[in-house]
């Protein structure tokens, strides 16, 4: 295949809203030492890039200005010293930047094989909420076979990925959601009980499925609103982690004396500034424990709706309205 030297990605000429995004023509990015370029067949979309779309989350230093954390599509070339991938290989990766857009160069280490039987709208669904699941509830908090875990806004991308994986790994699921049919969606895909935090208080909902107990993990995006309910759903040495805020960054009237009487473990991670190393080790754990899940169908990325590359500003707004169910996807059509 021919690399071409310029391609179609997502220009942002300043922040502010969706339709600040356009479609715009640019030179192929530098491909570093130990990076593969992919040509891009599909991308995910993802709450951290309406925040950078917003002027809210700038990129890493190095990484590129354009948005956009996951890819899937053929490997076109390799960097020097990138292993483990061949021009012509079919990949999923986790991009530190640059996914809306044609061509996209990332750390060979983030990248993954698609899953037997996956397409490239399927594949693209995957990195950004596999990778971050796993990090937090598996490697952070340590959840296992037997634990019980409260996954709060179980229906967007990051909620349909924990559950089916927690529930897959053994362990008890409830989750929260803001509507009916998006409690209905987290108990088909494995929660016990979903909890309609727009008509029930979660913490009396969770003490009284657990007998008074508790979770033993909280997964949180939500963060300063939710803070003092999650100390007091958690039962002893449990683990609160907090991945978002989405509920405000301040935490008020919260008591706190739970953390020292249930032994709590209060940790929180964002997955964008971690290290290669870091992110390349999430990888080995997903290639060794949720790979073959995926590929015997345990485990499925949910996706809500796949956009052409054109109606990205649309995608944007679907997301922030809050309405969708699992991933939105952009698919790139090529001649």
């Known amino acids: 295949m021919t690399v071409p030297t310029e391609m179609t990605y997502i220009d942002l000429p300043s922040p502010g809203g969706a339709e600040n995004m356009v479609l715009a023509r640019g030179r192929l990015p530098e491909l570093g030492a130990g990076e593969l370029l992919i040509r891009v067949e599909a991308f995910g979309v993802n709450r951290p890039d309406v925040l950078q779309r917003k002027g809210d989350y700038p990129p890493p230093p190095g990484a590129s200005p354009i948005l956009g954390l996951e890819v899937a599509g053929e490997v076109v070339e390799l960097g020097e010293g990138a292993t483990g991938f061949a021009v012509g290989d079919k990949v999923c990766a986790l991009a530190n930047g ?25 594949a693209a669904a995957l990195p950004e909420t596999f990778f971050t699941v796993w990090a937090n509830v598996f490697d952070m908090a340590g959840l296992k076979a037997g634990e019980t875990i409260l996954v709060h806004g179980g229906s967007s991308g ?7 994986l927690a529930k897959a790994l053994g362990a008890e699921v409830f989750a929260t959601a803001g509507s009916a049919a998006k409690c209905t969606a987290c108990e088909t895909l494995g929660a016990k009980r979903a909890i309609n935090y727009r008509e029930e ?71 964008r500034p971690r290290t290669a190393e870091e992110k390349r080790a999430i990888r080995d754990g997903l290639a060794l424990r949720v790979w073959p899940l995926l590929e015997a169908g345990d485990v499925a990325p949910v996706i809500h709706a796949v956009l052409p590359i054109e109606e990205i500003a649309d995608a944007h707004r679907l997301m922030e309205e809050g309405n969708h169910i699992g991933k939105i996807v952009m698919s790139i059509a090529r001649d």
């Open 98 to 122: 640059g996914g809306y857009a044609e061509y996209c160069a990332v750390p060979a280490t983030q990248a993954l094989a698609w899953p037997k039987g996956y397409d490239a709208v399927k």
């Open 158 to 164: 990051i909620g349909t990925t924990a559950i089916q």
């Open 201 to 271: 208080d979660f913490k009396a909902a969770v003490l009284e499925a657990t007998g008074g107990r508790g979770v033993d993990v909280i997964l949180d995006m939500v963060g300063g609103r939710y803070f003092g309910r999650n100390l007091a759903s958690l039962a002893k040495d449990g683990r609160l982690s907090i991945i978002g805020f989405l509920g405000g960054a301040r935490v008020e009237d919260a008591n706190i004396t739970a953390i020292l009487t249930k032994r709590l473990n209060v940790m929180g991670s964002a997955l």
